[in-house]
């Protein structure tokens, strides 16, 4: 129990850094997700093939490879961010293809003549997504979106093999440092992330439960 | 595609659309001349960066690092399944003293990083299991939860008149399990399998935080050898793409198949399983 207490400092630094990722990450993935969910349902062919080979990509390639090409990859092409901002990238990327397909998975979700009463009153296809289907595709899309930010929370946890100390680096650490006391820091920092993923799923229950409001 | 949000355009409608698809072809192909230009400049678009991956001994080590990362998924998924049903059942059971317990094993599992579990196990038990069983167990421990709850799910979409008919032939509990419940179970559920597969073989390649010699780890050393991490990351997932689209291509064509020889229709899969790359976790 001394060896978890003792440091509480760098395991708090450690959870510090990982909702920063989580976070940051987060935020990135749900506004391009949303940008290319909305491509993978619109008119233009384009825009559709677009999204399709985006998601095609990034959901069948391992997050490690992806990191690989983000961490080590970019500096090659003297495209320099930060170890953060690297890691957070190759994070972005990866859960924006999940949040492409939650969103299209709500929109397809929205009874047929939601859609096509809108459009009977004259709206085109912007205002149809706009004001009709995203609002009520809000609920549909809340639990799904929600597991893929609670895997995004556990993927979080690649960044301890990249050198960026994150709560698992901390594990890592500790672990090394007090042979004695291995479970209790198991456990305590598991605690951590299961304290996490509670978190996100009690708010999507909440956001879920409470009635329709603007998807803006 | 989604059909519900546009009616079929007329002939200006779909002059308008083959429009806005033409500009944006030509915005996606400038982008790709920009990269194609800053990989020019970086040196990236010379032979000797691309050189290994046209050179017979490297081509093999990486095909027998992806054979190693399979093969090393392929018993995960394999044991995960027998995990997943045992857990299923304890957590089905009407006994609390099993159903607790497996709830709790599940819901742990579940919410805990793989990765760190994977250090872990390494790390504690790394001496006396070595890393492809530090890896195994890991990925048994993570998948054979999901998939319990995959199970669970599954038999409790059983008809509940299954259940009925079997106790009314003189079936016990268990015996109405195994025999009837559980296989129509896994045939609903295949898909849910092997679309968990594609993220099993996912996530070996986190054998990377303990070193251990799959496909990432031989793709590291050619990039080390030959200082071209990005050219080497980019075959590494492209590798992976392949591997994992067929595998979900095998999913749908398994379902259709399933579908005709139980007499069902063969419900047409949503677009979204086709292109693969399983849940997010």
Redesign the interface.
Known sequence: MDALWDNRQLVLEGFGQTLALLVVAGFIALALGTVLGSF??S??????A?G?AY????????????F??VY???P???VRPSQFWRATIALAL??T??IC?AV??G??A?P?GQ??AA?SVGMG?GQ??RLV?LPQAFRAVVPPIA??L?????????V??FGIAD??FR??GL??DNPGD??VI?LG??LG??LI??VISVVARVLERSPARSAS | MSQVLFDDAGPRGRRRQRAASLVTGLLLLAGLVLVLFKLEAEGQLVAEVWEPFVTPVFVQALLEGMLVTIRTAAVAIVLSIAVGAALAVGRLSIHAWLRWPSTVVVEFFRAVPLLMLILAIYLIYGDELGKFWSLVIGLVLYNGSVLAEVFRAGVLAVPFGQTEAAYAVGMRKGQAMRLVLLPQAVRIMLPAIISQSVVALKDTSLGYVISYEDVVFTGRQISIEFNNYFATALVLAAMFIVVNYSLSRLAVWLERRMGRATGASAARAPEGELMGGGTAG
């Open positions: 993978r349902v008119p233009v062919l384009a825009l559709r677009i399709t998601v095609t990509c990034f959901r069948n390639t391992p997050l490690v490879v992806l690989l090409l080590f990859g970019l090659e092409l003297d990866y859960t293809a999940f397909e299209r998975s929109i397809n929205v047929t859609a096509e459009r296809f149809v997504l289907v597991s893929v609670i895997a995004l929370a556990k993927n979080t946890s690649l301890a093999g709560a698992t594990m890592r672990i090394n291995v479970y198991f920092i598991a992330y299961i993923v509670a």
